[in-house]
Antibody, heavy 119, light 107 residues
Framework: QVQLQQWGAGLVKPSETLSLSCAVYGGSFSGYYWTWIRQPPGKGLEWIGE???????NYNPSLKSRVTISVDTSKSQFSLKLSSMTAADTAVYYC?????????????WGRGTLVVVSS | DIQMTQSPSTLSASVGDRVTLTCRAS??????LAWYQQKPGKAPKLLIY???TLESGVPSTFSGSGSGTEFTLTISSLQPDDFATYYC?????????FGQGTKLEIK
């Protein structure tokens, strides 16, 4: 079945840039929005942004100035970069799949990566 | 932006109980609402989408209802596996947003 496998640095220094990647295995890469969502420890979920296989992006305005989501269709992978990291960005970061059209919910999730911002 | 508010924040209940969780949107989201279940250390799991459509494999003890700004998730008979945190998510408009969660704990 379709799986999302994510990886990246779990410790980032303040002011530096977070880099995470997510690969899609066992299913189609096109026809979906590939998404990043985060969850600070003990808190709720925050949608960061998304990208299609063709590179169309949508970002949360609250993070837009610091976020870049990119795609590598040849590898069925997508990536997140979040710049100028602070302690407030400490969170579990999830990659997820969202349908297109009007079905904008998340039916498939990666296992999550805990990212700690600390010097 | 649409704010999602869930109540209660914590709900204590027993196995076999019927429980109802509430999610309110700050503006009309029609029926574009999903519910997720999250257990500690795990990713959220999709339960319901379009307010009341059960995701494949989700037990029929779960049901959703509502429209506009007020929505509910009902579990008709709590099972031990149901104790978790539940999140609602609106997908009427960007930015997509979640409620803060309701933690369902064993009484």
């Amino acid at each position: 079945q379709v799986q999302l496998q994510q990886w990246g640095a779990g410790l980032v220094k303040p002011s530096e840039t977070l880099s995470l990647s997510c690969a899609v295995y066992g299913g189609s890469f096109s026809g979906y929005y590939w998404t990043w969502i985060r969850q600070p420890p003990g808190k709720g979920l925050e949608w960061i942004g998304e990208i299609t296989h063709s590179g169309n992006t949508n970002y949360n305005p609250s993070l837009k100035s610091r976020v870049t989501i990119s795609v590598d269709t040849s590898k069925s992978q997508f990536s997140l970069k979040l710049s100028s990291m602070t302690a407030a960005d400490t969170a579990v970061y999830y990659c997820a799949r969202k349908y297109g059209s009007s079905s904008w919910y998340f039916d498939l999730w990666g296992r999550g990566t805990l990212v700690v911002v600390s010097s | 932006d649409i704010q999602m508010t869930q109540s209660p924040s914590t709900l204590s209940a027993s196995v076999g109980d019927r429980v109802t969780l509430t999610c309110r949107a700050s503006q009309n989201i029609n029926i574009w609402l999903a519910w997720y279940q999250q257990k500690p250390g795990k990713a959220p799991k999709l339960l319901i989408y379009k307010t009341s459509t059960l995701e494949s494999g989700v037990p029929s003890t779960f049901s959703g209802s509502g429209s506009g700004t007020e929505f509910t998730l009902t579990i008709s008979s709590l099972q031990p596996d149901d104790f978790a945190t539940y999140y609602c998510q609106q997908y009427n408009s960007y930015p997509l947003s979640f409620g803060q969660g309701t933690k369902l704990e064993i009484k």
